[in-house]
């Protein structure tokens, strides 16, 4: 405990006199499509992306599920969740080709998901698997990093521990600056963007 | 003139000029890049501002967000170490290695771990660590530290690359493509995550309201490994924290545009709790911070994002290389944060800028650079850390230019030396000045000179 | 309005030429200008190189050569700087602190104060604009390449008044020279190289002329321009302003 009380006795007795916080109002201009807006800051971030209606969606996984053996669905409304991948390890969800996450919602200014520690049971997953397929609805949109985080901490529930904004694939320049796509992480990253059901 | 260790080194960096023009022209284009991003933010220094206010108010109140952050992540699971500087930072780390007896270790890009010389701690005491973002891989193969904080290896060409990958991972010998060199890496790294028992990240903003700590990267790296393994340990220094989760909207939309040019890093990781069966650690680091706070001129340097921009936009940097600056975090940031945990070593860093200012515009929360930069020069000749020559030079010009009669006689001297006795201007053994551009024509009579004898 | 006309030490001993135009160019716009002639310099050398301390000499003398007038005009947006933002007299802070008020750049007085909308001269050749960091940044006589603002300049609107001249912009529009005071002699290497860069920036444009608002980055491209045996030929922006009758009009 001493460290720690060293610590906090300087830091109480060198910090400067209070200022205020400033209030936080600010906006991203989606030029009054936030969808449109979605997708150019998907494609931007090197990240694919597929509109279609819920069947669709479903059509794909039920065609993804017949090539793939090891196919991964975390989609509670999909199908079954696999639970199993809670107790894998590393090596073992290594070896899973295709896997479908559901975000919680996407953000327009930049395209990015909210993948939450409550929509899947192994944090490992968004990570390891061969392909990614995340899925987001159309309706659970945003606009930007503020009304983002407005979702996530009136959200009553904690994120489930961890929680990520995923946006486009892998990628680094740490190669003299040249971009490359998937560095780490799935080897493709397509991004469904589901429509609202029309009634 | 005994040149400092920044001009020295910086002499020799700029000994192969085509060389220099690439690094230049590499980190001039990521300045452009931030520069296109901002552009599409009309907020953008209204958001700056915010970002800037709201470090303020977080230093104004330190003690209260760090309790308040040590009480939150302890009621998630996390246990919460203090270390006063990097040696008890480097023990903390080796005592939770030893405990659970871990071979396998894993690192996403943490400054502050590089600040305190973790990875050769570690070594010394037997203790292997992987750095998994791929630049810092690269740089640790080849046993060099990064030359920037947030692209490790961008001193170095995709040859330089392609022989390190050849010579550690038996890469094709002379194959550049940088896809088949991260593809490389890629499968190296892999198993080095697979089979990781503790992952070691650091830290780019620590929530007071909730205990999270959240980690932004683009390739992934940090997610995997703490995943992976078992044990997470999380290093931050004390200025890492922010008041709430709604002020990470701010610092998320500024991080990404001032360090790449991108809207947001492809993964913001916020890790608060750890799965069941898993451990997480934090370890909160002073390490010359709260003293740094103490310094009324120079306690906003702690606002610092580490997002670079002030390296790329920085025109000495640029033409220098990091190494040049012979510290962990070199560029105009660290030449203002260095010189608080070792004036007399890192005395030559203030002066390692021409202050042009462009860094103070490009910093995310506003912190005045060029201006500490100044100051600390100041601090460098009251400690007597400038040097005896010039010292004794200073106070005969502040002698002779504050005196009308001694002025006039010297420049009239200098003048009539540099007309009859051009050889004496013209060495280069006396004249550094003269070494690669011609001195001024010296004109027979100064403004004044001229003024009395034709107006007065 | 009574102004008197503040002389950067190298400006007198090196380059008279400077503040000759700046003198007659007020002059011809009406003013009455005076020439203290016991100024020196402003101290700057030393407060850079963190000698701040031993500029009591050179601020005491500023302020005697230089109180009681209305405005102050400099020819120099560095040295300007330095006085607006470190005039000190711990005597008399109340004096320091009227004169600091009162010194202004030649460019920002000419636009701000005299609020000029025309100006009598020819130029009829092609200009590389110099953004001088010190008056650009602390001064702001122009926008900023790395501020999201409305862009503007002081010394470019005063230039398009200029018959005949055409104003190029380098491809970097305000990075530093490299000049940075002593950082031309203790960190030579760096300073040499980003002169050189500015220098085949502003080449690019096949300008005839470099000029700018501070003499001391123009005198450190000049250097540079000479040793390479370049025709290019470094100007100060007063010079250009005061520029009525040239040879081929």
Redesign the interface.
């Known amino acids: 405990m001493k460290t720690r009380e060293k610590i906090l006795a300087a830091v109480r007795n060198n910090k400067p006199v209070q200022t205020g916080l400033p209030a936080i109002n600010f906006h991203f201009d989606i030029n009054g499509n936030l969808l449109k807006q979605f997708r150019n800051s998907l494609t931007a971030s090197g990240a694919e992306s597929v509109l279609g209606s819920w069947r669709q969606f479903r059509k794909h996984y039920e065609d993804q599920r017949m090539i793939y053996p090891s196919i991964c669905n975390q989609v509670t409304s999909l199908d079954k969740t696999d639970s199993s991948v809670a107790g894998k390890n590393a090596a073992e969800l290594a070896a899973i080709e295709i896997c479908y996450l559901e975000g919680e919602f996407g953000v327009a200014e930049n395209g990015a998901i909210w993948v939450s520690g409550r929509n899947m049971s192994n944090r490992l997953l968004p990570f390891i698997c061969q392909h990614l397929v995340l899925m987001v609805r159309v309706d659970s949109l945003v606009g930007d990093m503020h009304e983002a985080y407005d979702m996530i901490t009136t959200a009553r529930e904690d994120y489930g521990g961890y929680g990520v904004f995923i946006a486009g694939p892998s990628k680094t320049a740490d190669i003299e600056q040249s971009l490359v796509i998937c560095a780490h992480g799935p080897l493709r990253l397509p991004v469904w963007i589901v429509e609202a059901e029309k009634v | 003139?005994p040149?400092?260790k920044?001009?020295i080194a910086?002499?020799l960096?700029?000994a192969d000029?085509p060389r220099?023009n690439w690094h230049?022209e590499?980190l001039?284009?990521?300045r452009q890049k931030r520069?296109k991003a901002?552009?599409l933010?009309?907020?953008?220094?209204?958001?700056r501002?915010?970002a800037s206010?709201?470090k303020?108010?977080t230093?104004?109140?330190?003690?209260d967000y760090?309790?308040a952050f040590e009480a939150r992540a302890r009621s998630?699971g996390v246990t919460v170490h203090?270390?006063?500087d990097a040696a008890?930072h480097n023990e903390i780390i080796l005592g939770i290695i030893r405990k659970h007896g871990i071979e396998r270790i894993v690192k996403s890009k943490s400054m502050l771990t590089e600040e305190c010389h973790l990875n050769d701690f570690l070594a010394k005491q037997g203790v292997q660590v992987t750095d998994t973002?791929?630049?810092e891989c690269?740089v640790q193969l080849r046993k060099e530290p990064p030359s920037h904080i947030v692209?490790?290896?961008?001193h170095?060409?995709?040859e330089d690359?392609s022989d390190t990958f050849h010579e550690h991972l038996g890469t094709e010998k002379g194959n550049i493509s940088?896809?088949y060199?991260?593809a490389a890496?890629?499968s190296y790294?892999?198993n080095k995550?697979?089979?990781?028992q503790l992952a070691i990240t650091g830290v780019n903003f620590a929530v007071a309201e909730?205990g999270a700590v959240v980690v932004c990267t683009?390739?992934?790296?940090a997610?995997?490994g703490?995943?992976?393994a078992d044990i997470h340990i999380a290093c931050m220094g004390?200025e890492k924290v922010i008041?709430q989760?709604?002020?990470?909207?701010?610092f998320?939309?500024l991080l990404a545009r001032s360090a790449?040019g991108?809207?947001?890093?492809?993964?913001?990781?916020?890790?608060?709790?750890?799965?069941k069966g898993k451990e997480m650690h934090i370890v909160?680091v002073?390490n010359g911070r709260?003293?740094q706070?103490?310094r009324?001129d120079f306690?906003n340097s702690l606002k610092c994002i580490r997002c670079a921009a002030c390296f790329n936009?920085c025109?000495?940097y640029r033409?220098?290389g990091g190494y040049s600056y012979h510290t962990t975090v070199a560029g105009p940031i660290g030449s203002i944060l260095a010189p608080n945990l070792d004036l007399k070593a890192y005395s030559d860093l203030?002066?390692?800028?021409?202050?042009?200012?462009?860094c103070?515009?490009?910093c995310p929360v506003k912190i005045n650079i060029h201006e500490q930069l100044?100051k600390w020069?100041?601090?460098?000749?009251?400690h007597g850390y400038?040097g005896k020559g010039?010292?004794i030079i200073?106070?005969l010009?502040?002698?002779i230019?504050?005196?009308?009669v001694l002025?006039r006689v010297s420049?009239k001297l200098?003048?009539w030396t540099m007309r009859h006795l051009p050889f004496l201007m013209k060495s280069k053994q006396f004249n550094?000045?003269y070494?690669?551009?011609?001195?001024?024509?010296?004109?027979a009579?100064?403004?004044?000179e001229?003024?009395?004898s034709n107006?007065? | 309005m009574k102004v008197g006309l503040f002389v950067p030490c190298y400006v007198d001993q090196f380059y008279p030429g400077v503040a000759i135009a700046a003198m007659q160019l007020l002059q011809k716009l009406g003013v009455a200008v005076e020439v203290p002639l016991q100024q020196t310099c402003c101290g700057q050398p030393m407060a850079n190189s963190g000698f701040a301390h031993l500029t009591n000499g050179c601020d005491r003398n500023f302020i005697k050569n230089f109180s009681g007038f209305d405005y102050i005009v400099c020819p120099s947006g560095s040295c300007v700087l330095h006085i607006r933002e470190h005039l000190l007299d711990k005597k008399d802070p109340g004096k320091a602190g009227i004169i600091r008020k009162k010194v202004y750049e030649i460019t920002e007085f000419l636009t701000d104060i005299m609020k000029i909308k025309q100006l009598n001269a020819f130029f009829p050749y092609r200009v590389g604009l110099h953004a001088s960091c010190h008056g650009q940044r602390g001064l702001h006589l122009s926008s900023m390449s790395e501020l999201m603002a409305p862009p503007f300049s002081k010394p470019e609107h005063l230039l398009s008044m200029v018959r005949g001249i055409e104003i190029c912009t380098p491809a970097r529009p305000d990075e530093c020279c490299g000049f940075g005071g002593t950082f031309c002699v203790f960190e030579e290497a760096v300073s040499v190289k980003m002169g050189k860069d500015r220098v085949a920036d502003h080449l690019h444009n096949q300008v005839e002329y470099i000029t700018g608002a501070d003499m001391s980055c123009l005198m450190h491209m000049e250097g540079i321009l000479k040793r390479a045996n370049s025709p290019v030929k470094v100007i100060h922006l007063v010079e250009i302003l005061n520029s009525s009758c040239h040879a081929g009009e």
């Open positions: 003139m040149g400092s920044h001009a910086a002499e960096f700029n000029e220099t230049d590499t001039w284009f990521v520069d901002a552009h933010i009309p907020d953008w220094e209204a958001l501002e915010a206010q709201i303020n108010h230093l104004s109140n330190l003690d760090l309790t998630n203090w270390a006063a008890e973002d791929l630049g690269i692209l490790p290896a961008i170095l060409k995709k690359v940088p896809e060199l991260a890496a890629r790294l892999r995550f697979v089979h990781a909730t683009n390739e992934g790296n997610d995997i703490v995943h992976a004390i008041p989760t709604k002020h990470l909207g701010v998320l939309r790449t991108q809207s947001i890093t492809a993964y913001s990781s916020h890790f608060s709790k750890p799965v909160i002073d709260s003293t706070l103490g009324s306690r936009t025109p000495v033409r220098s203030p002066f390692s800028s021409t202050l042009c200012g462009s103070t515009n490009v100044w020069r100041q601090e460098v000749t009251k400038s010039k010292t200073m106070n010009m502040a002698g230019l504050s005196s009308p002025y420049g200098a003048r550094l000045w070494k690669q551009l011609e001195m001024p024509e010296a004109p009579q100064s403004f004044t001229w003024y009395k107006i007065k």
